[in-house]
């Protein structure tokens, strides 16, 4: 069965830290680059922080220098490390496969019910 399940959101005051944590199932994992990605309220989904399979990251800007995804390929894990939080990283975030390194259709199949951040100023 294929499955993502993220966890470890919450509300935290700005300035705060949040670790979220992602355990997906081995046909996502397995070799994958994978990425978090956050949805604000009217907002699509945009991309947070990706890595590879050989752990190379990537960041959206707005995530540089506060931010950090690592992975445990162990354990089909990935985590998203938020430090000195911000009320604009308020939003549901999910991890998924990175779409930059997959097609729409396999990116899109699957989706957890991702975890929510709340920061309040």
């Known amino acids: 069965q294929v499955q993502l399940v993220e966890s470890g959101g919450g509300l935290v005051q700005a300035g705060g830290s949040l670790t979220l944590s992602c355990v997906a199932s081995?046909?996502?994992?397995?070799?994958?680059?994978m990425g978090w990605y956050r949805q604000a309220p009217g907002e699509q989904r945009e991309l947070v922080a990706g890595?590879?399979?050989?752990?190379?990251?990537t960041y959206a800007g707005s995530a540089k220098g506060r931010f950090t995804i690592s992975r445990d390929n162990a354990k089909n894990a990935v985590y998203l490390q938020m430090n000195s939080l911000k009320p604009e990283d308020t939003g549901v975030y999910y991890c998924n496969r990175d779409h930059r390194y997959t097609n729409y259709r396999v990116w899109n199949a699957n989706w957890g019910q991702g975890t929510q951040v709340t920061v309040s100023s």
């Open positions: 890595i590879t399979s050989g752990g190379t990251t």
């Open positions: 081995g046909s996502i994992f397995s070799n994958n680059a």
